[in-house]
């Protein structure tokens, strides 16, 4: 019988525990990545600032590149100014806007890239996608795997209590979000990745059933583990149809029509999650979940990040036209202005104040 395989795109390493910073070049030079030590190194100029003070001594070969932003003017800037180097690798050090940069960047030059996250805000630290701000707004731009993810949870500890807040949101939404890609095949017949809603799914899980707090090392290893598991899943599907349905597209509404005010991605993408279950039907699930994220300090209701309910309404009205295309529970239940409001006062009923 032929023996029937596939590749996985996955990181080669992935280092999640406290000191993990101290023994980066350790870790890159054990692993193949970088014998030299010649890395180029994306840091901001804040936390990233304070980390390269720490670090710096135990990288001698590396060369250090301040980013401004996550603009894709910042990511072709820094692309630019890596390719007149000779390096073995790119590495991400910081936020969501850094390591994308930096996934941009490697990608542009064609060097493997290192995500060192610095906080847990999203699953974009191992993910395929690169979001920068464009002249359009903000697009998402297609990049291989990092090569390597390394979280250290002492420093984890000492970013903003919100960032990790903000993580959990966005992961425990991959449980509606393949509830979404369940209900698009069974609708529409769209093909559904086994091994990566399997993926996606038990990374919500574990969140979301883990007994722990934001201030635990276990509940931040499970956490860490399901926010690069989730960037797999990704990976494994070949877009972000796993991690991303109704939940989002209510969480991009927001950012379109109101940019000034939006919330944290992990933030609008719970409570989105939590009133997708509902109109699903799921509603004991749907209780759960908002229970889990208030536990967490995260919304379940748009008047705690300061929306009305007329404006949290329009939103998910307006939600499918921020990813055409894709089918989700809204798409499905195609409901009007006086029926979202209907349906919100039933889920503020059930999921109680």
């Not at 590396?62 to 590495?91: F, M, P, Q």
């Not at 996934?103 to 630290?125: E, I, Q, Y």
């Not at 939590?274 to 889990?292: D, N, P, Q, T």
Request: some cysteine; aromatic content about 6%; overall charge negative.
């Amino acid at each position: 019988m032929p023996v029937l395989t596939r590749l996985i795109p996955s990181p080669l390493v992935v280092d999640i525990r406290p000191g993990a910073l101290d023994d980066l070049g350790c870790v890159l030079a054990d692993e193949r990545i970088s014998h030299s030590g010649k890395l180029a190194i994306a840091v901001s100029g804040g936390s990233g600032a304070r980390l390269r003070e720490r670090i710096a001594p135990t990288l001698p070969g590396a060369t250090w590149y301040e980013v401004g932003g996550g603009t894709i003017d910042d990511a072709v800037r820094l692309a630019s100014d890596i390719k007149a180097g000779h390096y073995d690798a790119v590495v991400g050090l910081g936020g969501g806007k850094i390591i994308d940069c930096a996934k941009f960047a490697a990608a542009r030059v064609g060097l493997p890239m290192v995500a060192v996250a610095t906080n847990l805000a999203h699953d974009g630290l191992c993910s395929p996608v690169a979001t920068l701000d464009n002249d359009a707004g903000r697009g998402s731009y297609g990049v291989p795997n990092p090569i390597a993810v390394v979280i250290d949870l002492n420093v984890i500890r000492e970013a903003p209590v919100r960032f990790v807040r903000s993580g959990i949101g966005d992961v425990i939404s991959n449980i509606s979000a393949v509830a979404d890609w369940e209900l698009a095949n069974r609708v529409n017949g769209e093909k559904v990745d086994g091994l990566a809603a399997a993926m996606a799914r038990q990374a919500g899980e574990a969140v979301l059933r883990h007994p722990g707090g934001v201030g635990d090392d276990a509940f931040l290893q499970v956490l860490a583990e399901a926010l690069v598991l989730s960037g797999i899943s990704m990976s494994v599907s070949g877009d972000s149809r796993p991690c991303s349905g109704a939940c989002h597209e209510i969480h991009h509404a927001f950012d379109v029509l109101y940019p000034k005010r939006a919330a944290a991605h992990g933030e609008q993408c719970g409570l989105g999650a939590a009133f997708a279950m509902y109109l699903r039907g799921a509603h004991e699930e749907s209780a759960s979940m908002a229970e889990v994220l208030r536990r967490h300090g995260l919304p379940v209701l748009p008047e705690e990040i300061g929306f009305t309910t007329d404006e949290f309404v329009r939103a998910v009205e307006y939600a499918p036209q921020t990813r055409p295309g894709r089918y989700t529970i809204l798409e499905h239940l195609d409901l009007k202005t006086e029926q979202i409001k209907d349906i919100y006062a039933d889920y503020v009923k059930a999921i109680g104040s």
